[in-house]
């Protein structure tokens, strides 16, 4: 299995606070993205890692920020919870020409 | 934008039974076509792939083959068993693209003896 961890694997938070997720890999692979996983909608992306510092935005990023300051790790950040980002969030990682490699998944409630 | 479309789900078979999931895909330019399964609680698991048309992905006895002119990537596999019960992700990525996945909206598969 491809070192990817996701912490941490349950979270409830209240409307209003901020979450912090994380995600860390020891494959030392280049891209690392952040989707989420909703009933009828599959896996959209929300944002995305391409190096250190260097991120951008996918289909679903509104309230959403991310930070890459080290290869290894990759955080996902809501401002302010709200109870549409309820959901289940997966990390994944890549490197040119090797498929994608996911998390287990972080089950995030906001009541 | 690129979009995947796959078969509603969910769908009950019979252990031994043909599995046939759907999937069709809008995408400009060529690109790689993939199949992922995630089983009950777990993250998502490549189970086969196609880069090119015409290509053959095949894994765990699942197939599927890339038709570039019906815009197609169905999964298949002959004879399926109850360990086979999950949910499947037909999915695209472009080249040059940094390997960002566009997903369908998934299939559950519940496959009884």
């Known amino acids: 299995d491809a070192g990817i961890t996701q912490s941490p694997r349950h979270k409830v938070t209240e409307t209003g606070t901020p979450v912090t997720l994380r995600c860390h890999q020891t494959?030392?692979?280049?891209?690392m993205y952040w989707y989420r996983q909703d009933p009828g909608h599959g896996l959209r992306l929300i944002h995305y890692?391409?190096?250190?510092?260097?991120?951008d935005k996918g289909e679903v990023s509104d309230g959403y920020s991310v930070s890459r300051s080290k290869t290894e790790d990759f955080l996902l950040t809501l401002e302010s919870a709200t109870s549409s980002q309820t959901s289940v969030y997966f990390c994944?990682?890549?490197?040119?020409?090797?498929?994608?490699?996911f998390g287990q998944g972080t089950r995030l409630t906001v009541v | 934008g690129d979009s995947v479309t796959q078969m509603e789900g969910p769908v009950t078979l019979s252990e031994e039974a043909f599995l046939t999931i759907n999937c069709t895909y809008t995408?400009?330019?060529?690109?790689?076509l993939f199949w992922y399964v995630q089983y009950p609680g777990e993250g998502l698991q490549l189970l086969l792939k196609a880069t090119k048309a015409d290509d053959k992905g095949s894994n765990k006895g699942f197939e599927a083959t890339y038709r570039k002119e019906t815009t197609s990537f169905h999964l298949e596999k002959g004879s399926v068993q109850v360990s086979d019960s999950a949910v499947y992700f037909c999915a695209l990525t472009q080249q040059g693209g940094g390997n960002k996945l566009t997903f369908g909206t998934g299939t559950q598969l519940k496959v009884e003896l």
């Open positions: 995408a400009t330019g060529y690109p790689s």
């Open positions: 890692s391409y190096g250190v510092k260097d991120t």
């Open positions: 994944a990682i890549s490197e040119e020409q090797i498929e994608a490699f």
């Open positions: 494959e030392n692979h280049r891209y």
